[in-house]
């Protein structure tokens, strides 16, 4: 078979979300199915670590697609093109993007439709994009694929498409994340908060993170609570962050908010590793790829109570109402001073984390492949 990949994501050192969900389910099908063909088309010039192995055909596709009108040109005539001239069995597109104007069948990653509820999020023309045409999208693919429970029916009842068309592909967690020796924890503590405990928050800074909150959140915590405990907030700011700046601006406990912007995948390890707590508090998620990082590093969670948060989560995560200042600081307050409290979100996390894995998420997105392909078959 020939199966032609939508691989804009994955960018050298830049790998986000769908980045990572590209790049580790895409190089396990490649490595088990290596008697079919694989299209990749990227563009940009790819970086030689994402050409997997032999089987892959690197097609770059210009012009960058980083704006609302060139995604529409890439994907209606420079994507569109190569279909028709390469003819695969399938196009797989890991983020949700298709080509309307292409016949073959699609398998569309919808990861998850937060624009839908909350469009003012977004910057005006992306947000006029995404609700345009991501429902033409969904009833355009011959299948979709997304990452949570609660994600396939918010598509299904959002744009009217039936159940049994969307299949759930959990998101996984990197490998390297695991548990650390005292040491390393130590000697990470000392060179990023001077040997304080600190809570953490990933992610990519915009509003839909709760940043502000988080911020708010933490200002009050730190002056109802004696303890010294920093906060570090890893994360490159992607649009819309003067609200986050004002709040920083004008909380009590600044010096003690470290903002790291991205980290390496090993340089996450130590410092995810590290955190006394993650804090995460988005208001809305597809999935929410740190805290199951979090179970795997050994770090207990303070999660939003939200979407698909509580899904993933299980019971191996102390939840909060992201829209509540005050049930961010009560959660913060417990996880502080209850050592069993984080040894039963710890013991939790040991069992709900095997629900999860790269592993499985490449067998079902193949599945879902198969499906698809079985659509297009004559």
């Known amino acids: 078979m020939r ?33 079919h063909e694989f299209l990749f088309i990227f563009d940009r010039e790819p970086h030689p670590d994402f050409v997997f192995d032999v089987n892959v055909n690197p097609i770059v596709a210009y012009p960058p697609a980083r704006h609302p009108f060139l995604w529409y040109l890439w994907f209606e005539h420079s994507v569109a093109r190569i279909l028709r001239r390469y003819k695969p ?17 699609s398998l569309s990653v919808i990861h998850d439709i937060n624009f839908a509820h909350f469009p003012n999020d977004l910057p005006f023309l992306a947000r006029k994009y995404y609700n345009r045409f991501f429902p033409l999208y969904a009833k355009h693919a011959a299948r979709i694929a997304t990452v949570s429970e609660y994600s396939k ?12 068309k969307i299949d759930v592909v959990y998101n996984g967690s990197n490998s390297i994340f695991t548990p650390l020796s005292v040491e390393e924890i130590a000697k990470t503590k000392a060179e990023l908060t001077k040997g304080c405990d600190y809570f953490i928050f990933i992610g990519a800074l915009n509003p839909r993170k709760n940043i ?17 405990i920093k906060l570090v907030i890893v994360g490159e700011a992607m649009f819309m962050t003067k609200e986050i700046s004002q709040t920083y601006s004008e909380i009590s406990h600044k010096e003690d908010v470290i903002f790291t912007g991205r ?58 109402d992201p ?16 050592e069993e409290l984080r040894s039963q ?8 984390k095997k629900k999860f894995s790269w592993d499985k998420t490449a067998e079902k997105l193949w599945t879902s492949i198969q499906k698809t392909i079985e659509i297009g078959s004559p």
Do not use: C
């Open 212 to 228: 502000v909150r988080l911020l708010s959140a933490y200002d009050k915590f730190r002056k109802n609570n004696a303890r010294k």
């Open 323 to 338: 829209y509540s200042v005050d049930s961010i600081v009560n959660a913060m307050h417990q996880i502080v001073e209850s």
């Open 3 to 35: 199966i032609a990949v939508n691989t804009r994501f994955l960018i050298k050192d830049k790998l986000e979300g769908i980045g990572w969900f590209t790049y580790e389910s895409l190089r396990r099908i490649v490595a088990k199915y290596a008697e």
């Open 89 to 105: 069995d399938v196009f797989v597109s890991t983020d949700g993007f298709i080509s309307l104007s292409s016949q073959t069948p």
């Open 345 to 352: 979100l710890k013991n939790a996390a040991a069992i709900q």
């Open 263 to 320: 980290l390496s995948p090993q340089r996450l390890k130590m410092v995810l590793g590290s955190a006394f707590a993650l804090t995460y508090v988005p208001y809305f998620e597809g999935f929410g790829i740190p805290i199951l990082e979090a179970m795997y590093a050994g770090v207990p969670v303070i999660a939003a109570d939200k979407t698909s948060m509580p899904e993933v989560a299980g019971n191996a995560a102390l939840f909060i």
């Open 153 to 164: 029916q918010d598509i299904s009842s959002t744009y009217g498409i039936l159940p049994s």
